[in-house]
């Protein structure tokens, strides 16, 4: 049996509305969202479906991001902490922004960021905490964050419509929550991110950033501070309206399968699934496996019967990347690891999260997830998981 998936047409959702977008827009002549209308209409119907009150888009979501560490503005040097279980695209800002990332470990069974953990990583120079909630799980970092008086930024690339254990909506529960819009999330345009916040001052700062400093309200050709040009262009915008529409029934879709799968598996021993099954996203599909089993060998397996998953999800967590530990960041230079009053160069490298060590290496398994997936497409994964489990 062959499996939708994200990168072919048969597991996306793309069709004649996408269609009729890009059309519109080529026939007005205007693709620049400077001047049209697309994106303009995206960010009202993005902020609309979080019910806050604005929404900056960007041109990925690692943009998307470095626009929300921007508008929280660290100084150089100031730390950010973060998850070491993410995508690239959550450090790389920070970096940018001559800040430094600072890993707290995860939850062995979440590979979210353990709230004790992040508690115990704060210091004199924290500026902000960004929570990535992995998979489609919320990683609740809210009193940490409240606690410590600096402001949440969410990560919501892999969690779109997830929720906390409360209902609330991801993104919309601390300063500014970043979403993407890549090939391989929820809804996509190819490339784009979207920040939403509720703080006017805020979104000011992420589209000023988003457009070189330059504020196109007045009539001059200002630049009021530093910026780069991270616009979503009208035809994503146009594609991304499309999909934002249907959102709501991929997650239903995804919701209904994982269900039906979380319920096969839930006799399996040695097996621990996400809790929480209506509130997560189930971007990929997590299993944390209990020794003696190990997600290398169980991946294989089920590659060999054809099922779509892999082991640990990364090679290996970010805080092991040779861009931390041993690659140049800016020229020949280290900066901004150790900017004064800092001594020394913060440490990176394996033994700093053991827990999410333990993950990529050996417990954490991830099946592609899609919402084309039909009940014979769960049944068949279920059987192939109980048997490479068990055999
Ligand atoms: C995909 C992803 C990003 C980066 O988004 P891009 O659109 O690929 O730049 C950031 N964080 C997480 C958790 C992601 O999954």
């Not at 703080?199 to 457009?211: C, N, T």
Request: charge should be negative; proline fraction near 7%.
């Amino acid at each position: 049996m062959s499996f939708p998936s994200m990168a072919d047409a048969d597991g996306r959702t793309l069709g004649q509305e996408e269609i009729d977008g890009v059309t519109r827009v080529l026939r007005t002549g205007m693709l620049s969202s400077v001047w049209g209308t697309e994106v303009r209409a995206l960010e009202r119907e993005m902020a609309d479906r979080h019910a806050v009150s604005h929404a900056v888009a960007a041109s990925s979501g690692t943009a998307a991001l470095h626009l929300a560490v921007a508008a929280v503005a660290p100084d150089p040097g100031d730390e950010i902490i973060t998850s070491p279980i993410s995508d690239f695209g959550t450090v790389a800002p920070i970096l940018a922004q001559n800040a430094v990332p600072v890993f707290a470990d995860v939850d062995p069974y979440t590979g979210n960021l353990d709230p004790a953990a992040v508690a115990a990583a704060i210091g004199p120079r924290t500026r902000a905490i960004i929570a990535v909630h992995l998979f489609g799980a919320a990683a609740d970092l809210r009193a940490v964050a409240a606690d410590a008086g600096v402001p949440l930024i969410e990560d919501c690339a892999q969690a779109w419509l997830a929720r906390y254990p409360d209902g609330t909506l991801v993104g919309t529960a601390g300063a500014i929550g970043c979403f993407s819009l890549q090939q391989w999330k929820h809804i996509t345009c190819g490339d784009g991110g979207l920040a939403i916040t509720d703080d006017p001052a805020l979104a000011r700062r992420m589209r000023l950033f988003a457009d070189k400093g330059w504020p196109r309200d007045g009539g001059r050709r200002q630049h009021v501070g530093l910026g780069l040009n991270y616009r979503m262009t009208e035809l994503a915008g146009a594609v991304a309206r499309a999909q934002l529409a249907k959102l709501s029934g991929v997650l239903a879709d995804r919701r209904r399968t994982a269900t039906r799968l979380h319920a096969a598996l839930s006799d399996v021993p040695g097996l621990h699934l996400p809790t929480d099954v209506d509130a997560h996203a189930w971007w990929l599909f997590p299993i944390v496996l209990r020794p003696p089993l190990d997600n290398r060998s169980v991946a294989a397996r089920l590659a060999a019967a054809g099922i779509p998953a892999r082991p640990g999800y990364l090679d290996q967590p970010l805080h092991c990347a040779p861009a931390l530990t041993e690659a140049p960041i800016y020229g020949s230079s280290r900066y901004p690891l150790a900017v004064p009053p800092a001594d020394r160069l913060p440490t990176y490298g394996p033994g700093l999260c053991p827990v999410a060590e333990r993950l990529v290496d050996s417990t954490l398994l991830v099946i592609d997830w899609n919402e084309r997936y039909t009940d014979a497409h769960v049944d068949e994964i279920a059987h192939a998981v109980r048997v490479a489990v068990t055999s």
